[in-house]
């Protein structure tokens, strides 16, 4: 139980467009939904906090703008990257936590997708 | 603001070697703590985690971690490790905040890179 995918798991795309990128929960509903990004060699940093139904948290330093979280349902929630650059290409993870009336205190991570700006 | 130190940056071990992997945590409140575990090419999986109890957990393939409290410490041991242990280790913290219920955040430490010589 507990499995968390994203699709895609690899993307390219050019400058300025945008990408989506998709996180499910498979076998749980999740309340709260993470997404970190990576960047080669170093930790995950936390970039928002998305909860089912209302607007993403997102941590200091991240545009709001630029990373759009929708978390419509209780088992979806996407990250588009929006005018992507050169600078936006790192790997995206998601994790999803809490079922209704839960905390978020447990996460499963999905597989993370790699995200390249050319 | 809340940190996580792993001060072993990378760390070279033969087969069957003993292994302990630092991490220290500044929060000064209850406390959630995890390790993580991101084999090459795979997405992280949950070794062990301690919420409360016996500060001794036992997680999975042979792994465990002592949390002390006075030293703010949740250090991960395997008395013998194997080739397959190679792997980017995590350590992960959750501060306990009543009034957050739900949205707990998980701090990342920056990652040791753990390299078995067969």
């Known amino acids: 139980g507990a499995v968390v995918s994203q699709h895609p798991s690899w993307v390219i795309c050019k400058s300025g467009t945008s990408v989506k990128i998709e996180c499910r929960s498979l076998?749980?509903?999740?309340?709260?939904m993470f997404w970190y990004r990576q960047f080669p060699k170093q930790s995950l940093m936390l970039m928002a906090t998305?909860?089912?139904?209302?607007?993403?948290?997102?941590e200091q330093g991240v545009e709001k703008d630029k990373f759009l979280i929708n978390h419509a349902s209780l088992t979806l929630s996407t990250l588009t990257v929006t005018s992507a650059h050169p600078e936006d290409s790192s790997f995206y993870i998601c994790?999803?936590?809490?079922?209704?009336?839960?905390?978020?205190?447990?996460?499963?991570f999905g597989p993370g997708t790699r995200l390249t700006v050319t | 603001a809340q940190s996580v130190s792993q001060h072993n940056h990378h760390v070279i071990l033969s087969e069957a070697a003993s292994l302990e992997l630092g991490c220290n945590y500044s929060?000064?409140?209850?406390?959630?703590l995890f390790w993580y575990v991101q084999y090459p090419g795979q997405h992280l999986q949950l070794l062990l985690k301690?919420?409360?109890?016996?500060?001794l957990v036992k997680g999975i393939k042979g792994f465990e971690a002592e949390f002390i409290k006075s030293k703010f410490s949740f250090n991960l041991r395997k008395p013998s490790v194997q080739w397959s242990d190679t792997a980017e280790y995590f350590c992960?913290?959750?501060?306990?905040?009543?009034?957050?219920?739900?949205?707990?955040?998980?701090?990342f430490g920056t990652g040791t890179r753990l390299t078995i010589i067969p």
């Open positions: 994790s999803a936590g809490g079922t209704s009336g839960r905390s978020s205190y447990e996460q499963y």
């Open positions: 076998d749980f509903q999740a309340t709260t």
């Open positions: 998305s909860n089912e139904g209302s607007k993403a948290t997102y």
């Open positions: 929060y000064g409140g209850t406390v959630n």
């Open positions: 301690y919420f409360s109890g016996d500060p």
């Open positions: 992960a913290v959750i501060r306990i905040v009543i009034s957050n219920f739900g949205n707990e955040k998980l701090t």
